[in-house]
T-cell receptor
Framework: EAGVTQFPSHSVIEKGQTVTLRCDPI?????LYWYRRVMGKEIKFLLH????????ESGMPNNRFLAERTGGTYSTLKVQPAELEDSGVYFC????????????FGQGTRLTVV | RKEVEQDPGPFNVPEGATVAFNCTYS??????FFWYRQDCRKEPKLLMS???SGNEDGRFTAQLNRASQYISLLIRDSKLSDSATYLC???????????FGRGTSLIVHP
């Protein structure tokens, strides 16, 4: 069975540009989470989808971040325009239940804004 | 006070040693607890869930102390391959936002 996959694995962009990250969850997992780890800090929650609906987006830093999950399958996270402080590793996780039980992470996208 | 707190370490132990980590949480209504392991530049991977009665998986034992609001992870007979960062995750308490601790770094040396 395929795990959670994220694309791209690395992205280097200039400040002010736009980047779109993609996450393909494990098939059948209704719950999809986006997290971010900034260097030296803990992994921080960004938002949670249940199927195509945003269950909680309280962790989104500001309106430069837009997440979608059309059709309840894969999800995208767009940063527009990117700022230097957006650099970090963006992880996606999926789980079959809301309780985070049996949650699996993708390998992450390492975003560097220069 | 942070929602989930861990001693960042590093814990530097010889092979074969027993080592224990604690993780404290602030929300008394939290309902589910997990230990994840993260290797350098890799994604977090579930090590084990933590049940109220405590649970064991081989050399790893996890316990929950609700009264004092902490969970623990005990690793017996440490192996070199146990070297990693161990992340505490706490969920529930009015929301379904799994909250991560900063992680505890373990280094097992020969």
């Amino acid at each position: 069975e395929a795990g959670v996959t994220q694309f791209p694995s690395h992205s280097v962009i200039e400040k002010g540009q736009t980047v779109t990250l993609r996450c393909d969850p494990i098939s059948g997992h209704d719950n999809l989470y986006w997290y971010r780890r900034v260097m030296g800090k803990e992994i921080k929650f960004l938002l949670h989808f249940v199927k195509e609906s945003k269950q909680d987006e309280s962790g989104m830093p500001n309106n430069r971040f837009l997440a979608e999950r059309t059709g309840g399958t894969y999800s995208t996270l767009k940063v527009q325009p990117a700022e230097l402080e957006d650099s970090g590793v963006y992880f996606c996780a999926s789980s079959p239940s809301r309780g985070f039980t049996e949650a699996f992470f993708g390998q992450g996208t390492r975003l560097t804004v220069v | 006070r942070k929602e989930v707190e861990q001693d960042p370490g590093p814990f530097n132990v010889p092979e074969g040693a027993t080592v224990a980590f604690n993780c404290t949480y602030s929300n008394s209504a939290s309902q589910s607890f997990f230990w994840y392991r993260q290797d350098c530049r890799k994604e977090p991977k579930l090590l084990m869930s933590v049940y109220s009665s405590g649970n064991e998986d081989g050399r790893f034992t996890a316990q929950l102390n609700r009264a004092s609001q902490y969970i623990s992870l005990l690793i017996r007979d440490s192996k070199l391959s146990d070297s990693a960062t161990y992340l505490c995750v706490v969920n529930g308490g009015g929301s379904y936002i799994p909250t991560f601790g900063r992680g505890t770094s373990l280094i097992v040396h020969p």
